[in-house]
């Protein structure tokens, strides 16, 4: 049987596709063995580096991932595509700005926080943001600069983006973010112009990369740009 990690050309040509794994703030690229668990099962080539986002800013990140891309490019033929995490999704953007790979394909972004974090700013306000954030901080504030948000590229990809909806804390990050949350971002922050697809699902932003439901609905959207509904 054919692996649905093969595309075929229009010559009948088969073609492995591959897919990059950005993980989340403070985290490795350990973090998202459950999703690529279920791609390596379907024939995918895959790659999960694991980067500094304590020490490092996004923009930073997305330069040193540039070798990194390059030389798992060069490991198979067909369209690769990219799974994030969290912070993973603002790097992914800064990466496809400074060095966008040939045959982009699809991407998939779980809890992304493109218009930022209540959590950030307060930690902002507290004085304790780089403490606790790293240079990544400034990327996740809701108040971000323009010179910060033109690192990030605009959406000329097909996107889908999966959210949560359920805290671990509900009692205190009612207080601090906008519902509905996952715990760390909102629904609403999670949303980008030019996506294809949005999803909302009863996870936690912290474990939501080891709910299956969630690993499902990514398959789904790498195999064909829509969320299964």
Same mark, same amino acid.
């Given at each position: 049987m054919e692996q649905t990690s093969l #595309?075929?050309?229009? =010559?009948?040509?088969? @073609?492995?596709?591959g897919i990059l794994f950005l993980h989340g703030h403070s985290r490795t690229g350990l973090s998202m063995r459950p999703l690529v668990r279920q791609f390596d099962r379907l /024939? *995918?080539?895959?790659?999960?580096?694991? *980067?500094?986002?304590?020490?490092?800013? #996004?923009?930073?990140? $997305?330069?040193?991932?540039?070798s990194r891309l390059d030389r798992f490019r060069a490991e198979f033929d067909g369209p690769l595509h990219i799974v994030t995490h969290s912070l993973g999704g603002l790097v992914a953007r800064a990466l496809v700005k400074v060095a966008r790979?040939?045959?982009?394909? @699809?991407?998939?972004?779980?809890?992304?926080?493109? /218009?930022?974090?209540?959590? =950030?700013?307060?930690?902002?306000?507290?004085?304790?943001? @780089?403490?606790v954030l790293g240079p990544a901080g400034r990327h996740l504030v809701t108040g971000r600069s323009v010179v910060d948000e033109a690192v990030l590229a605009s959406v000329d990809f097909e996107l889908g983006i999966i959210a949560g909806n359920r805290s671990l804390d509900p009692v205190l990050t009612?207080?601090?973010?906008? $519902?509905?949350?996952?715990?760390? !971002?909102? #629904? $609403?922050?999670?949303?980008? $112009? /030019?996506m294809a697809d949005h999803i909302t699902l009863p996870v936690?932003?912290?474990?939501? !990369?080891?709910?299956?439901?969630? /690993?499902?609905?990514?398959?789904a959207f790498i195999r064909s740009g829509r969320f299964s509904r």
């Open positions: #595309v075929r050309t229009p =010559a009948g040509e088969a @073609r492995q596709a /024939g *995918y080539r895959t790659c999960t580096p694991t *980067y500094s986002s304590l020490t490092r800013s #996004v923009p930073d990140i $997305a330069e040193r991932l540039k790979p040939d045959g982009l394909g @699809r991407v998939v972004m779980l809890a992304p926080p493109h /218009g930022g974090s209540e959590w =950030a700013d307060l930690l902002s306000r507290l004085k304790m943001n @780089r403490i009612r207080r601090i973010v906008s $519902a509905p949350n996952d715990g760390k !971002v909102s #629904v $609403a922050s999670t949303r980008l $112009a /030019g936690s932003h912290t474990f939501m !990369v080891n709910n299956r439901a969630v /690993g499902d609905q990514v398959v």
